[in-house]
């Protein structure tokens, strides 16, 4: 293990402001990576570069990389060729990769892809003016070293001016066997409560109604920041963060990703529950529904447990939706165990799950297993469950019908200019009609009440009361 690098001393940028051509950013993966590219354009603006009109003509081409399976990495590769080419006839282009396949990869996509000029590890995302900097003065960089993340003092360019993410917990120090995220992302860095706090209050200042607290392992918030309280009791956890920032002016929802049943405390929830900015949804990933799955998978915790978080979620907040991940043919699934997911999708009342067949990572223990399942039966088994998962989810959509929900609207609908578009506090994406849209009475970022009198498989749609 390379050594944690220190913090560098901020370069002044000299040259900021200076007209620098235009850039283009595509994303793939989490929303880890999405938050990071928003930083990543806040430093590229700042620096004077101009979002392109479109990736085809930009002077400046970032690639934000998803390594999570084999089929999101292979992405990259082919939006790379393309790039790659155009460079030959355009030699100003840079061509940077950054995100989890850059850091899996390092020197290598260099080898692969001579033409690029930058790859860049998540670690790095935040040094980006510094990285491009070396690049101006004729180099080709790789920056994959571990990496102590700093501040980012520059604003991120969101995509929305009304729902914001903020990373809380960089990294995962979990093992899961199958999960290529440690080695790509690194150690667990927790940041600072009050630097949290900071950018909430920022964001509230810009109008920003809601906030997603970030993190692959959010539960471990604070495993690394000091503070015990006099009986023994970590005072830096995901619960007394949530207390912290609760009550900022302006904010008006909270929520928080990705949790792991293993930390879900019985404390949290009951946090959720008493804070009232704390939105009713969970994405709670329970991976298998078969215990000796589970342990091959190095989760740490059985199916009972994770039966009792929803159980205790549920009778504090009956109306709580649920969402979560689901691997099939993980290395040595038999049939039966596969058919104890299924009945735990059925059982528990999903409201969304997002499903994957396994997929072989680099560096990761479950890849050497003998014991690797055929193609076909991936395919079986994702078909089946995914056809469970629409069923049930349609069932508990149903319970929206007549229903009046509070609503924050996010803007129009992109297929229908006259209706508005925004979630309920169970993250249900909702549409509603009214005639007070076109006199212009509601705006993105009001708080509607909606009554809700269509579902549809992941949407519900309504009229404004
Ligand atoms: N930190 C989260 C999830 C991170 S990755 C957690 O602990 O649950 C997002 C999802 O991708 C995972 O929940 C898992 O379902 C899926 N995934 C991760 N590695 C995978 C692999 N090798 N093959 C198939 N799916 C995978
Ligand atoms: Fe991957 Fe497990 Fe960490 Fe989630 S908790 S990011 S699945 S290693
Ligand atoms: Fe993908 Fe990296 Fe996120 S592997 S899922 S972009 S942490």
């Known amino acids: 293990m390379k050594a944690i690098s220190t913090p560098e001393v901020e370069i002044p940028p000299f040259i900021r402001g200076k007209e620098r051509g235009s850039y283009w950013i595509t994303t793939f993966g989490c929303q880890m990576n999405k938050a990071d590219s928003e930083r990543m354009a806040g430093i590229l603006q700042s620096m004077g570069y101009q979002e392109a009109s479109a990736e085809l003509n930009a002077d400046l081409v970032l690639y934000n990389t998803c390594s999570i399976r084999d089929n999101a990495e292979q992405k990259v590769y082919s939006y790379l060729g393309r790039q790659a080419q155009r460079k030959h006839d355009f030699p100003g282009l840079k061509l940077i990769v950054a995100g989890c396949v850059a850091q899996q990869e390092g020197e290598a996509l260099l080898r692969r892809v001579p033409e690029l000029d930058l790859v ?37 360019k969101r995509d929305s001016k009304i729902c914001a993410w903020v990373n809380v917990i960089y990294g995962c120090n979990e093992r899961c066997t199958y999960c290529v995220v440690p080695s790509v992302r690194g150690k667990e860095q927790s940041r600072a409560p009050e630097a949290i706090k900071h950018e909430i209050e920022g964001l509230a200042a810009l109008g920003y109604k809601e906030i997603t607290l970030l993190g692959q392992n959010i539960d471990a918030y604070g495993r690394d920041l000091p503070g015990i309280s006099s009986t023994g009791r970590r005072t830096n956890t995901l619960t007394d963060l949530l207390a912290f920032v609760h009550d900022v002016d302006g904010i008006e929802r909270i929520r928080f990703a990705t949790s792991h049943p293993r930390y879900f405390t019985s404390r949290l929830i009951q946090a959720c529950a008493d804070l009232p900015k704390l939105c009713e949804h969970f994405h709670i990933p329970f991976q298998s529904g078969s ?46 165990q596969f058919r104890e997911t299924l009945s735990i999708v059925e059982e528990l009342g999903f409201d969304q799950v997002n499903t994957a067949a396994y997929s072989p990572r680099p560096n990761t223990p479950a890849a050497k297993w003998p ?41 129009f609908s992109p297929k229908n200019k006259n209706q508005l578009m925004g979630r309920t506090r169970t993250n249900r994406l909702t549409f509603f009609q009214s005639d007070g849209i076109q006199a212009g009475a509601y705006n993105p970022g009001d708080l509607v009440q909606v009554q809700i009198n269509k579902v549809h498989s992941f949407s519900v749609s309504g009229i404004a009361l």
């Open 291 to 336: 215990n000796e799955v589970l342990k091959a998978m190095g989760r740490g915790y059985t199916i009972e447990r994770y039966k009792r978080i929803l159980d205790q979620i549920r009778k504090l907040m009956p109306d709580a939706s649920i969402s979560a991940d689901v691997i099939v043919a993980f290395p040595g699934e038999s049939d039966s």
């Open 120 to 156: 860049m590890g998540p670690q790095h995302a935040n040094r980006l003016e510094t990285l491009l900097n070396q690049v101006d003065n004729g180099q080709q960089v790789v920056a994959t070293d571990e990496y102590l993340i700093l501040e980012d003092l520059t604003t991120a």
């Open 371 to 411: 014991n690797q399942l055929p193609e076909l039966i991936k395919v079986e088994r994702l078909k089946e469950l995914n056809a469970l998962v629409e069923k049930v989810a349609k069932g508990r959509n149903g319970r929206y019908m007549g229903r009046i929900e509070e609503v924050l609207i996010e803007g």
